[in-house]
């Protein structure tokens, strides 16, 4: 995520310098062939390719739209994750005590709470983990996004293995029996709730107090589950297919139709054709790639959600919440970058 203004210049044409040379390349030909050939018959009248620009325009704002909704929704969803984290800290405090079994010391107590947090922590890792890591077949899997995610790793130093990430809060038992899961992260909610459990067998909380701690539980499941639901469901690619087609239809007609209307005001604004061409036709092709990368929010390029910094941050508030002073230093944004 981007968190400070940035040359747009710079920006847009590290982003398309390669498409703008395709667009200049191609309305140059056209132009020197109708101009050299004095072939007229490749000039076409403005008011089709226009007809297809509009409809290409209407495309382009609904896949917008839709892209920025799967982006926020991805962020609110994790705003969710914050404060059902932050009250699950809380409630510990509030709800751990010695009061139904005075026999228990607060050292104890102090131990059960920091196993509760430490095996939140480690779902928010595991959940992070499967949303940043396991590839999915509609993502930026291209040679240069690896290696560009790789550079983004290293940066910001993100552990890639999510056993290691887990070894720092769980035993080696429990995290052996987790990565053999499906899905660790649900895994990890599982064992909170037998956790629980034995803590109510053990007096230590009443029904009401369990049941507390299970809706909360179920609200983690369904952050969760939603989170998943935008990973593992992509925009229809059907509709990003046919966007594709029209943008390349317009883009190689565009030429053919501004000769003609260029061509009106004089032989020489011709040649404006290669211009106006590359400018219409980059405009169209930077809204296309802007939606299409944000309509998939964890795929570990600089346009997602900031989830390592946010999982970071709770860390840190869970930790502190229950007074652990060995924490780790936050994830700050790096070159205008936050991951």
């Known amino acids: 995520m981007y968190t400070e203004f940035i040359n747009p210049t710079r920006a847009a044409l590290s982003f ?4 703008i040379i395709v667009y200049v390349v191609w309305s140059a030909i056209v132009v020197c062939t109708y101009h050299f050939s004095k072939w007229e018959l490749i000039s076409i009248p403005f008011l089709p390719v226009s007809l297809i620009g509009t409809a290409l325009a209407f495309f382009l704002g609904f896949k917008s739209n839709a892209s920025y909704d799967r982006l926020y929704e991805a962020r609110k969803n994790y705003g969710s994750i914050v404060n059902d984290s932050r009250a699950w800290a809380i409630m510990l405090n509030a709800y751990i005590t010695n009061h139904a079994n005075k026999n228990i010391s607060k050292e104890e107590i102090q131990e059960i ?3 509760l947090v430490n095996r939140h922590i480690a ?15 509609w993502e930026r899997d291209a040679k240069y996004h690896n290696v560009f995610r790789g550079k983004l790793q290293e940066e910001f130093n993100i552990e890639t293995d ?3 990430n887990l070894l720092r809060y769980l035993s080696q038992e429990e995290v052996s029996a987790v990565i053999r899961s499906a ?9 909170q709730g037998k956790r629980l459990a034995e803590i109510r067998e053990a007096n230590l909380i009443e029904d009401f107090r369990l049941i507390e701690f299970q809706n909360q539980i179920n ?3 369904d952050d969760q589950g939603k989170n998943e639901r935008i990973k593992n469901f992509p925009y229809p690619l059907q509709f990003s297919f046919m966007l594709r087609i029209s943008l390349r239809i317009f883009s190689f007609l565009l030429p053919f139709a501004l000769i003609t209307e260029l061509n009106k005001q004089g032989e020489n604004f011709m040649w404006l054709t290669i211009p106006f061409s590359a400018i219409i036709n980059w405009i169209f092709y930077f809204s296309e790639r802007n939606s299409e990368y944000s309509e998939n929010p964890f795929q570990g390029l600089i346009y ?7 999982t970071r941050t709770i860390e840190i508030d869970m930790l502190q919440a229950i007074g652990v002073e060995d924490v780790p230093e936050p994830i700050l944004a790096k070159n205008g970058i936050l991951m």
């Open 304 to 310: 997602d959600v900031p989830i390592t910094n946010i």
């Open 183 to 191: 899905n660790p992260a649900t895994q990890l909610l599982n064992n």
């Open 123 to 137: 779902w928010m890792y595991a959940h992070k983990f499967y949303l940043r890591h396991r590839r999915q077949p």
């Open 16 to 19: 398309s310098r390669n498409q």
């Open 162 to 164: 999510l056993e290691q």
């Open 219 to 221: 609200k983690l499941l």
């Open 113 to 115: 709470k920091e196993d």
